[in-house]
């Protein structure tokens, strides 16, 4: 990627299928955790679904949820462009396109959609609502 080259499947399904493992982990010891992946297609949000051993292929019913933290590629752009200036990360802004081709978001699926412009603080509440619910008043 850092050659402007976009990764394959090849390349994609073998470390898909570690951070599956990793998941896999944290779900048989109890623990909740957050993974960042770009995970762009449906194929590849069923490897990590499988993380959970009861998933069952297709119902999109597992353990592990997605959030998209969704922009514009505009902004989306703007942001890679600060990074790349500052040195900060391997991917050029040329790939964005090709990644965005790739993203695939089947309704089915119902992936919790958030606004990634929202301020980090505002994000993160917004998630934890998504994926929690909101929060019970404490009853005096
Ligand atoms: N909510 C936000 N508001 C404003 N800027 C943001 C927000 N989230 C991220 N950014 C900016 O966007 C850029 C990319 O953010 P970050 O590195 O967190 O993304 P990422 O998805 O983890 O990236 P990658 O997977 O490519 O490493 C950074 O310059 C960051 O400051
Ligand atoms: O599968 C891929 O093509 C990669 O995981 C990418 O999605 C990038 O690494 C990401 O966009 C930058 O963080």
């Known amino acids: 990627m850092h050659q402007g080259i976009p990764l394959t499947e090849e390349d994609r399904i073998p470390w898909l299928e570690i951070l599956q493992d990793a998941l896999r982990e944290s779900l ?17 949000r069923e490897i990590l679904r499988s993380a959970d051993c009861n998933y069952h292929h297709g119902s999109f019913n597992s353990a592990v949820k997605f959030v998209l933290l969704d922009a514009k590629a505009e902004v989306l752009a703007e942001r ?52 929690f619910g909101p929060r019970k008043p404490i009853a005096l």
Request: charged share 20%; proline share 3%.
């Open 28 to 44: 048989i010891s109890g623990k909740t955790v957050v993974l960042s992946c770009s995970a762009l297609q449906k194929q590849y």
């Open 80 to 131: 890679i462009d600060k990074r790349a200036a500052e040195g900060k990360h391997f991917m050029p802004a040329k790939l964005l396109q090709s990644q965005l081709e790739l993203l695939q978001i089947d309704d089915s699926e119902a992936i919790c959609k958030v606004d990634a412009t929202l301020n980090p603080q505002a994000l993160v509440n917004a998630i934890k609502i998504l994926i």
